[in-house]
């Protein structure tokens, strides 16, 4: 079985023809410019490759109620050209296969409970902290969706009591992504994450919003698994100091061995490396297929 996928987000696009199990045959990355710009060159890359489905991950907010009459659509992004644009029907109008369509944080958790780190979770989440925060949920193999979907990387967090920084979010200022994302690393310490590395108050800081998000994601979800990926986390110090501050946080709360004994098995990197998205958007083409 032939399929296709997309990894849609802010900076670049993803593309890939693969099969059902995952297998990847032919990938391809574009940046992501303006629609007129970027669709046009992503059906060619598709066009004449037999595929017999395609599956979408894409940055939000989207559209996820097939009933709506916006279903595909990403809806209220900043991001110029992409505001109320029909994603899913550009594709579905130009290549005439079924398209399934979903968060991009969703087809990652999807990747990884189908074939990686989580594995036959019943609850898993996938937390991507880089420009932006986002959080894919899965309960019994189903992405949750709810009234619009989750945005969990909008919760809102207290202020580490050394940092005065007012918070990058537009909108809530102190909330995860206004904290943590990487251009609020950047905007204030006046430098790029990776020019940071040396700076262990960067990352103290850095580590205790992340892990005070987790603390209300694991008492709110009870996942079986969490998985931390995104730009921010390719600093190798920051998995012990978030499993920590996590421990801390939850203060015996969760009578968990997974928690108290077995931290570094549950909170965890990405089983499928830097394809968690791209093969999650296979599994819903496949998914849509059938």
Known sequence: MLLGGIEAGGTKMVLAIGDENG???EKATIPTDTPDVSVPKMIEFFQGKGIEALGIGCFGPVDLHKDSPTYGYITTTPKPGWSFYDFAGAFRKALNVPVGFDLDVNAAVLGEVTWGAAKDCGVAIYITIGTGVGVGVSVDGKLLH???HPEAGHVILTRHP???YKGHCPFHGNCLEGMAAGPAVEERWGK???ELQDNPKVWEIESYYIAQAITNYILCYSPEKVILWG???HQEQMFPLIRKQVQEM???YLNSPMITEHIDDYIV???LGDEPGIKGALRL??????
């Open 162 to 164: 050394e940092d005065t």
């Open 269 to 271: 990197a990405p089983g």
């Open 285 to 290: 083409a496949y998914q849509e297929l059938l």
């Open 192 to 194: 790029k994450g990776v």
């Open 231 to 233: 730009g921010v986390m």
């Open 146 to 148: 709810g009234l619009i």
């Open 250 to 252: 939850l203060a015996g």
């Open 23 to 25: 297998n990847i045959f």
